[in-house]
Structures are given as structure tokens and as C-alpha cells.
């Protein structure tokens, strides 16, 4: 387990892909340290020779951070034999899975493993108009955001994140709203017709998460100038902009594309 003596080594890594590595560089530029962290969440080294070479945050999710076929393996025995149980395993493919390689021999039955999810950015103003209905939301409208928000979770993932009750998912949202991290355009009557998160924001990078067009305006050719919104949004916070997508949504990433983002890379996830 990483302290915070190791914090300035944990960078090293983290800046040779700050893209891929926006999850970690967004906490350490949160608290500073290489640490555990308030919530439980720990970072897990890799030494050889007293040089620390790959790591993995673990939480309530495993991500890794400069992890390789020649470590992975390796990680996935150590947490594995750990006992800990985690919700998702998501970052590089390659780290993704050779984690995998030797965890899943102490782990339950995955919901879902998707190893190859094109990793895609955009680092210049968008290639079309924003959208100009697009904008941040207000706390007054958090009712009016959570239901699109727990609709793209099911969607995503497969079951409602109200299970277990909805005051931990609320929070979520809230938090996200208030950081003026939410976006959202909203037609005449109120409802949420397109909606988006900046969901892991870096001094270098935005990650953007949660996008969701309401199924009844899908295939309205919207979505992409919503996008380009997005990353003008994302864009005065950081110079990059990465999301990754599901490599079956041909849809989404031909509307990612034509807004200007290019695959750079590929992320995989395993959710549990």
C-alpha cells in the first residue's frame, strides 16, 4: 500500500498517460497524497529495485495505472488473495484484463466484461455548432435530472441504482450538479431530452460520463451537437476531453466522431 512518501513517484506514472490515468491524477490533485484516502480507497504499488513501477487504486472500484501483462497478473493474485470485493474494474484493457487473468480465479461471476471499449478524445474546439439549449443544471433541478441519470445507469449496467435505496444515488447527482459538473437540455415541458456528466475532471483532462438521450428523441441526429457542447464545457476546464464507449454502439461513436473525438486507446470494463 502506497503513503504519501510515494506521491511524487505515483505522478510519474499517472503523467505518462494523464488521459488514461485522469481517475488517479483527479484524486491526487484532490488531496495531495499517494495515501489511503478518507473513504477507504487505497493504492496498491509495484517495486522492483525500490523503483515503483505499476499501481492500482483500490476501492469500491479497481483501476490501474500503468499496469501491464508482466504486473497484472501479479496485482490480480495479491487482491484476490485480499478477500476484498470490488463493484467494477475499469481502465486500460490491457491492465483491465490481466488483472483479470488471475482474479477472476477468487472472484463471483462478473455481470458483465466488456474488454474492448474504444477510448476516444478530443483536444481542439468541437468540428460542429454546440447545441445551444445545452447547459448546466441547478440544484432546483435535481428531481427533473435524477430519473434520465438512473435511466442511463440501468441501461448501462443492467439494474437500477435505487436498489438498496436512493438516497447514496441522490447524493451522487446532487454532488455532481453542485460542482456544476451536470449538463442537460430540457424541452418545453421540462423533461431532460439529452443529459451528460464531466464525470472525473483533471487539471489535464475531462472524462466525460453518464451521456443519455431520452429514447424518444433518439435518431434525431441531436446528439452529436449536444456533444459539442459538452466538450466546450469540459474544454474551460481542462485542454483534453476522453470519454469511453461501448465498441457494439456504433451510433454513439459515429455521433463521438463527427464532433471531433478520435480512438487513442482502449479501456475495458468488468462490472460486478
Request: with cysteine; charged share 20%.
Amino acid at each position: 500500500m502506497l503513503g504519501e512518501a510515494d506521491t511524487r513517484d505515483l505522478w510519474t506514472i499517472v503523467n505518462e498517460d494523464p488521459v488514461a490515468n485522469v481517475f488517479v491524477a483527479s484524486h491526487l490533485e484532490s488531496v495531495g497524497s499517494a495515501a489511503p484516502s478518507m473513504s477507504g480507497g487505497e493504492i496498491i504499488g509495484m517495486f522492483r529495485h525500490d523503483e515503483l513501477r505499476a499501481a492500482c487504486w483500490a476501492g469500491v472500484n479497481l483501476v490501474p495505472i500503468g499496469v501491464t501483462d508482466e504486473t497484472g497478473a501479479i496485482f490480480g493474485d495479491h487482491l484476490g488473495r485480499s478477500g476484498r470485493t470490488f463493484s467494477s474494474i475499469f481502465g486500460l484493457s490491457e491492465g483491465v484484463m490481466d488483472i483479470w487473468s488471475t482474479l477472476e480465479d477468487y472472484s463471483g461471476e462478473p455481470f458483465d466484461v466488456r474488454p474492448t471499449q474504444p477510448l476516444m478524445t478530443i483536444d481542439t474546439d468541437p468540428l460542429i455548432e454546440p447545441a445551444a439549449d445545452l447547459r448546466f443544471t441547478h440544484p432546483d433541478e435535481l428531481d427533473r435530472v435524477l430519473p434520465a441519470c438512473a435511466a442511463m445507469f440501468e441501461e448501462e449496467v443492467g439494474y437500477s441504482p435505487f436498489i438498496g435505496g436512493s438516497e447514496h444515488y441522490r447524493r451522487r447527482v446532487a454532488s455532481l450538479i453542485s460542482r456544476k459538473y451536470s449538463l442537460a437540455a430540457f424541452d418545453d415541458a421540462g423533461n431532460v431530452v439529452f443529459k451528460a456528466e464531466l464525470g472525473t475532471v483533471s487539471s489535464q483532462a475531462v472524462q466525460v460520463q453518464g451521456v443519455w438521450m431520452h429514447p424518444d428523441r433518439r435518431g434525431e441526429g441531436l446528439s452529436a451537437a449536444y456533444m459539442a457542447g459538452v466538450v466546450v464545457a469540459a474544454r474551460s476546464l481542462a485542454p483534453t476531453v476522453s470519454l469511453y464507449v461501448n465498441s457494439y454502439n456504433a451510433r454513439a461513436i459515429a455521433a463521438y466522431k463527427r464532433v471531433g473525438f478520435a480512438q487513442v486507446d482502449t479501456f475495458a470494463t468488468i462490472l460486478f
